[in-house]
T-cell receptor, first 116, second 120 residues
Framework: AQKVTQAQTEISVVEKEDVTLDCVYE???????LFWYKQPPSGELVFLIR??????QNEISGRYSWNFQKSTSSFNFTITASQVVDSAVYFCALSDSGGGADGLTFGKGTHLIIQP | DAGVIQSPRHEVTEMGQEVTLRCKPISGHDYLFWYRQTMMRGLELLIYFNNNVPIDDSGMPEDRFSAKMPNASFSTLKIQPSEPRDSAVYFC??????????????????FGPGTRLTVL
């Protein structure tokens, strides 16, 4: 069975600080995909990134970066120079397909609070 | 494209009543997913369809829940009778499925805005 653990229930930092959100996953599949979604206070789910199990390269997109390490089954998300607009609940998710042909298994989410 | 459309956005009903949630996926998408979000259980997959056919309904909590997809542009999730513990946000998502250049394994799910259901 697949499982995603986000041990940090809530994180609060002051604006401009860097913050890392942890994600640990479990799966028996050799091919799988990992995702991060953002849920702002308005409630919608916003797709941030997808990585497949064969690509362990770290990825950077603006102030966002992701560190995928198969050896520790982790897919951590770092926000550099955080801003108040980054305040949201962030979900890590896992799928044994690209997410398009199978359901996603979500972690419980990390509530990130960026204080001005 | 308008994105995934869900209606109603908010629903308040009394225990025992029938509730029907509706979803219109993005045109051309072959996959449709229903998820439920609660504080206790987080985001859970309830059921998903491929080309209007239910593929996996193992997440449907009990017989009170049923989902249909009569055509490619419409799906319903029905709860009958509703109970207070069904109170949650219900999300619908759709996915393009595969193409020659982008097989289904590479496509993301696009989520609707959700329906917030409150059962009193």
């Amino acid at each position: 069975a697949q499982k995603v653990t986000q041990a940090q229930t809530e994180i609060s930092v002051v604006e401009k600080e860097d913050v890392t959100l942890d994600c640990v996953y479990e799966t028996r599949d050799t091919t799988y995909y990992l995702f991060w979604y953002k849920q702002p206070p308005s409630g919608e789910l916003v797709f941030l990134i997808r990585r497949n199990s064969f690509d362990e390269q770290n990825e950077i997109s603006g102030r966002y970066s992701w560190n995928f390490q198969k050896s520790t089954s982790s897919f951590n998300f770092t926000i550099t120079a955080s801003q108040v607009v980054d305040s949201a609940v962030y979900f890590c998710a896992l799928s044994d397909s690209g997410g398009g042909a199978d359901g996603l298994t979500f972690g419980k989410g990390t509530h990130l609070i960026i204080q001005p | 494209d308008a994105g995934v459309i869900q209606s109603p956005r908010h629903e308040v009903t009394e225990m025992g009543q029938e509730v029907t949630l509706r979803c219109k996926p993005i045109s051309g998408h072959d996959y449709l997913f229903w998820y439920r979000q609660t504080m206790m259980r987080g985001l859970e997959l309830l059921i998903y369809f491929n080309n209007n056919v239910p593929i996996d309904d193992s997440g449907m909590p009990e017989d009170r829940f049923s989902a249909k997809m009569p055509n490619a542009s419409f799906s319903t999730l029905k709860i009958q009778p509703s109970e207070p513990r069904d109170s949650a946000v219900y999300f619908c998502a759709s996915s393009p499925g595969g193409t020659r250049h982008h097989p289904s394994s590479y496509n993301e799910q696009f989520f609707g805005p959700g329906t917030r259901l409150t059962v009193l």
